[in-house]
């Protein structure tokens, strides 16, 4: 038997094969049995994602760059803020001086 020289053997794990555990984000989940970790994520198709005006940010689901929050705790994206500003009670996560909402709804800083 031939052997093809170009061949390599790693002992790293691949890293496409990888999964995620079941209930956590991009994890493998029944709907209506296993539920997922995260209390804003939900089984969608067999999988965990983030429900509706939430995001994956990193690997927690916070809430996008202008949605409606509540003032506390913060579930806001990174480098966002549940913030007031017409001072009307209608909160809205709002992203941080120097920092814009991209169309996923995470602030990214300006250039």
Request: charged letters at 30%; glycine letters at 10%.
């Amino acid at each position: 038997m031939a052997v093809d020289a170009s061949l390599s053997i790693s002992s790293e794990p691949r890293k496409d094969l990888e999964r995620s555990a079941d209930g956590e984000l991009g994890g493998p989940c029944l709907t209506g049995q296993a539920p997922c970790d995260d209390e804003n994520a939900e089984c969608m198709d067999g999988t965990c994602g983030c429900r509706d005006g939430y995001v994956a940010d990193p690997d927690v689901c916070r809430m996008k760059a202008g949605e409606n929050c509540t003032e506390a705790p913060n579930d806001c994206v990174f480098n966002a803020n549940c913030t007031d500003p017409e001072g009307d009670q209608d909160f809205l996560c709002e992203c941080d001086l120097g920092f814009l909402a991209d169309l996923g709804g995470r602030c990214r800083e300006s250039r």
